[in-house]
């Protein structure tokens, strides 16, 4: 392999930003798999940390795809078949926009519920709310919103379960590159030592 494709990690900064968003993934995914059948109160305090950690995902995630576009990423490793290259392009593609779409879908749901007076907003954190989205509550038909619900509803339930597939994809693929095809892939993303032991200290 390449000496400077062996040194080369991701930014630091892109680093937390994966292994931060990796942890609240794999947290939301696993209330949301089981919050709906708690009992009340507990129900809608889960509900609001699940609504919380979201948001703060969809946060995160935008800040790291403009990360992504200004910074640019280390190379594949040369050994690697160039299939392999272009499905990890189309993997990580497809996870930024599950990244992006499925805390929107989620966001939706909460904000085509029933009207809630003027200036009532969406609390996340326990501590502060942010503005529903408007246009989702101002038809009174209920039924119409019902629909819009609903279409929500599944579009986050099944994005939620794409989303989990493709993070034990990408786990999988990672581990056979580390551990099968040698290429230094948990160093690039922050975990142990690079092939030459080094690391390229950018921020």
Known sequence: MDRHQALERYTKTAI????????????????????????????TQVVSVHASVGITILGLAVLRILWRVTHRPPEFAATMATWEKNVAHLAHAFLYFLMVTVPLAGFSILSSNAPRPSGTGI???LFTDIPRI?????????????????????THHLGAWILAGLVVLHVAAALKHQFKDKHPELARMGIGRTLEGGEDGRK
Not at 139 to 153: E, M, Q, T
């Open 16 to 43: 937390v930003f994966h292994w931060v968003i990796a942890l609240f993934i794999i947290f939301n995914i696993c209330i949301g798999s089981f919050m709906e059948s708690l009992e009340q109160p507990l129900r």
């Open 123 to 125: 609390r996340i954190w």
């Open 134 to 154: 408007s246009v989702l509550q101002q038809n009174p038909d209920a039924g119409y919103r019902r629909i819009l619900h609903d279409f929500f509803l599944e």
